[in-house]
């Protein structure tokens, strides 16, 4: 095999590899550098929602302060940016403060949320502000 040859055969598999490895990461085709996010990813800073969640619902899930979760949770239902649209969005939260309440963290409700709208929320709204503080 010459040079050449050799030369083709790796760009092929680097090409393939990087395929294979932007399918793997959820990578579109169509994502180019103006598509790119300017938070949430890796070395980027987290997006407004992303951060609020995690200074505010996670840290008061961690903490298990169950009142100040519950108030997170239903500052979060209001927030909904699809209310007739994301239905399931507000019951998620209104059943995770009920929880909170009750004296549970209702861990289901939140992998639920997350399943059913975090792609969907990072694809529309990745930017909108986050609730703001009771």
Do not use: I
Request: glycine fraction near 8%.
């Amino acid at each position: 095999m010459g040079s050449v040859e050799y030369a083709e055969g790796v760009k092929k598999t680097w090409f393939g590899s990087a395929l294979l490895l932007g399918a793997l990461l959820g990578w579109s085709a169509g994502s180019s550098a103006a598509g790119e996010s300017s938070c949430g990813t890796p070395g980027k800073p987290a997006c407004p929602l992303q951060r609020w969640m995690r200074e505010e619902v996670a840290a008061a899930r961690y903490q298990k302060d169950l009142p100040k979760l519950a108030e997170h949770l239903d500052q979060l239902a209001e927030w909904n940016p699809e209310p007739s649209e994301w239905s399931k969005w507000t019951r998620y939260a209104r059943e995770g403060a009920a929880a909170a309440r009750a004296g549970r963290r209702a861990d289901s409700v939140c992998r639920g949320c997350h399943q059913d709208y975090r792609r969907r929320f990072q694809a529309k709204y990745r930017s909108k502000q986050a609730p703001k503080a009771p």
